[in-house]
């Protein structure tokens, strides 16, 4: 079976395959000085099963493989040379294939196959301490297999803004035989048998880079199970926290203030709020300037739903650990609010409402000005849909009670849009909704509505006698304009009947 496996592999004087051949050759070489101290060591032994002087240098160089036969179960070798092998299985898997044609190498592709399971199944046993060598072998697979650059993304090129709800995600060809890499990755980092001491030589910064690179993948499936990894060397590996949690944060810079495209935000933002959930109290300095210069600036792309349910939970999960920043996010909600899109406007409400349900006296007062103007135009737009969201505010029994303490400062502000909805929106739930706040607040504080509809009447009146003044100066305008000659190239209004001007 050996010989029928190495003489379908790819050659290295192939042309066509060298590339991948290279790559293997690369990988393997790590760990070749212990593992040939080991192989003189075992052929001059007593000719046990499995030692072999054989190798094939078009797969792996004759350092590695001396002495192990790879495809030797691990069951056939004592404990002692069971590293060994598992370093000739892990090279053995440093050969890729092109999945684009299921036809092509299906042999190899099997016995590869074969040797991953066999592998995980040997990481998941976690019978043997991982050697050095192994460790770097493994990493070192991993990389061959799974770091990989991604071609342009056509669909999102031509979408605006990098949306791709109504499209079928894309699926990797290879991801049958990249899943068990995955799962072999995940078995290896959470082994018991995993010095963390020594493997974050090796999971280093280039390494955490590059797996942070593979989550702009477009198969959901390859994100998720990053997703998971990623957790779990953030647990394992403290010394490496402060890098991922910077360079995550770059990943959001450039999306937010760059491209506004790439397909794992929301799997990122859910590792984020793991970790925030984490952060011990008092918080530090860095976790804020996070919050105010990654989290709240990613409610701007216009691809915010796609990731919206992530990044409202971590948003909650700093205010639940210091309620003191609900004012900050409010601000932060309001300096982005989407003025020209309905869509994100109702995603924006129902944030505030959250927020709202948790805030504190004192840190409401700080923004209940800008955030009621907001409000109060919300209630004026003509999408049903945000005005009908901004009135259900008043369904609310935590938030009706933050505006009844504050109604002498809410009550003049809102009154006004009010009054316009009640007198002319097109929609009659928002209209029926109008008039069930306005009744709320008359029996909330009768004396302070009765003098601020008044005061409204009176700067209604104001208004409309400016109005007409304005109207009557258009027109004594026109009809002066019209009693003028015609002189030259001069465009002048020549009829009376003319529209006014409207400001």
């Not at 090279?91 to 074969?114: G, H, M, Y």
């Not at 900050?328 to 505030?352: A, D, H």
Request: proline letters at 5%; aromatic letters at 10%; charged letters at 20%.
């Amino acid at each position: 079976m050996l010989r029928q496996f190495l003489s379908k592999l790819p050659r290295k004087s192939g042309k066509s395959d060298s590339p991948e051949l290279a790559r293997s050759n690369s990988c393997t070489t790590a760990g070749s000085t212990p593992q040939t101290h080991r192989s003189n060591s075992l052929n001059s032994g007593s000719g046990r099963p499995g030692v072999t002087k054989r190798t094939s240098s078009a797969v792996f160089p004759a350092s590695v493989v001396a002495g192990i036969e790879p495809l030797l179960p691990f069951k056939d070798v004592p404990n002692s040379e069971k590293m060994n092998l598992f370093v000739s299985k892990v090279s053995l898997c440093c050969v890729t294939f092109d999945f684009t044609d299921p036809t092509k190498n299906a042999i190899e592709k099997d016995v590869k196959r074969q040797t991953l399971l066999e592998l995980l199944e040997f990481v998941a046993s976690g019978s043997v301490r991982f050697s050095e060598p192994a460790i770097l072998a493994m990493c070192r697979m991993c990389a061959v297999n799974l770091f990989r650059v991604f071609p342009p993304n056509y669909r999102s090129s031509v979408s605006n803004g990098g949306e791709n709800d109504d499209d079928e995600p894309m699926f990797d060809p290879a991801w049958p035989h990249l899943q068990i890499v995955y799962d072999l990755l995940l078995k290896f980092i959470t082994s018991s048998c995993l010095d963390a001491k020594v493997a974050k030589k090796y999971i280093d910064h280039s390494f955490i880079l590059r797996l942070l690179d593979l989550f702009d993948s477009e198969d959901p499936r390859e994100r998720e199970c990053l997703k998971t990894i990623l957790h779990r060397v953030y647990g394992k590996f403290m010394v490496h926290r402060p890098f991922i949690r910077k360079a995550m944060s770059n990943i959001f810079y450039r999306f937010v203030f760059e491209t506004e495209r790439h397909n794992g935000i929301a799997e990122l933002l859910e590792i984020f709020g793991s970790i925030i959930s984490g952060f011990a109290l008092p918080l530090k300095e860095e976790h804020k300037i996070f919050l105010w210069r990654v989290l709240i600036p990613l409610h701007k792309p216009k691809s915010l739903g796609v990731y919206f349910q992530q990044l409202t939970y971590c948003t909650t999960q700093f205010i639940e650990k210091e309620p003191k920043l609900s004012s900050t996010v409010i601000r932060g909600l309001l300096k982005y609010w989407p003025i020209t899109n309905s869509q994100k406007e109702v995603m924006f409400l129902g944030q505030l409402e959250e927020i709202l349900e948790a805030i504190n006296m004192v840190e409401f007062q700080k923004v209940m000005v800008p955030l009621f103007w907001r409000i109060g135009c919300c209630i004026n737009s003509f999408h049903f849909q945000v005005a009908e969201r901004a009135l259900f505010f008043w369904n609310n029994d935590q938030i009706v009670n933050l505006i009844a303490h504050n109604r002498h400062v809410i009550l003049p502000i809102i009154l006004p849009f009010l009054e316009k909805n009640a007198q002319n929106h097109w929609n009659h739930a928002v209209l029926n909704l109008t008039l069930n706040v306005r009744k709320m607040f008359m029996e909330m504080d009768d004396a302070l509505f009765m003098s601020c509809h008044t005061h409204f009447k009176e700067e209604e009146a104001k208004v409309s006698i400016i109005a007409e003044k304005r109207k009557e100066a258009w027109e004594r305008l026109e009809n002066a304009a019209s009693l003028q000659p015609i002189a030259g190239n001069t465009a002048v209004l020549v009829t009376p009947l003319a529209t006014s001007i409207a400001c």
